[in-house]
C-alpha cells in the first residue's frame, strides 16, 4: 500500500520559513566576505586603484543596483499577484456561498434542508482567506524578492574567494 500524504499549511508553512532562514544565513555570510575582500583590496589600492581594481569596484556598484532593482521588481510583483489571487478566490467564494445561502432558503423538505445546509458549511470551511496558505505565500514572496541578492552574494564570495 503506497503511503498517504495530506496537505499541511502548517508543515508547508515552517518549510518555507526555514528555507528563507537558511537563505539569509548564506547571504548575510556571503555578504560579509565579499565586503570583508572589497574592503581590504579598497585599501591596499590606495587612492590610485589599478585597473584591475576599478573594474571591480565599478561592478560593485552596478551589482547592488541591479540586485536592488530585481528584488524590489520580484517584491512587488509577488504581493500585486498574491492580492489579485487572494481578490479572485474571495469573489468566487463570495458567488459560491451567495448561491448555496440561496439554495438553502429555497428548500422544499427538511431533508433537502439539511443537505443544503451541509454544502454552505463545507463552502464556508474553504475559505480563500486561510491565514496559514496567505502567510505561506507570503514567505514565499519574500524568498522570491531575496533570490537575487542572495543569488549575487553567494557568486561574489565564490568568485572573489578564488581570486
Known amino acids: 500500500m503506497a503511503p498517504t500524504t495530506s496537505y499541511s499549511p502548517l508543515r508547508d508553512l515552517s518549510a518555507s520559513w526555514l528555507k528563507s532562514v537558511t537563505e539569509a544565513g548564506e547571504m548575510f555570510a556571503a555578504s560579509a566576505q565579499v565586503v570583508g575582500h572589497r574592503t581590504a583590496r579598497m585599501a591596499t589600492a590606495g587612492p590610485l586603484p589599478s585597473e584591475r581594481d576599478r573594474t571591480e569596484f565599478s561592478l560593485m556598484s552596478r551589482e547592488k543596483k541591479e540586485a536592488a532593482s530585481e528584488a524590489l521588481q520580484a517584491f512587488g510583483l509577488g504581493f500585486l499577484n498574491l492580492a489579485i489571487a487572494v481578490a479572485v478566490e474571495t469573489g468566487t467564494h463570495m458567488w459560491e456561498t451567495s448561491a448555496a445561502a440561496a439554495a438553502l432558503a429555497s428548500s422544499q423538505s427538511p431533508s433537502q434542508w439539511l443537505e443544503r445546509q451541509a ?9 480563500p ?17 531575496l533570490a537575487p541578492i542572495h543569488n549575487r552574494a553567494t557568486a561574489n564570495a565564490a ?3 578564488a581570486l
Open 119 to 127: 454544502a454552505l458549511a463545507k463552502i464556508a470551511a474553504n475559505a
Open 129 to 145: 482567506a486561510n491565514p496559514l496558505r496567505l502567510a505561506n505565500s507570503a514567505t514565499r514572496v519574500i524568498q522570491e524578492s
Open 159 to 161: 568568485r572573489l574567494g
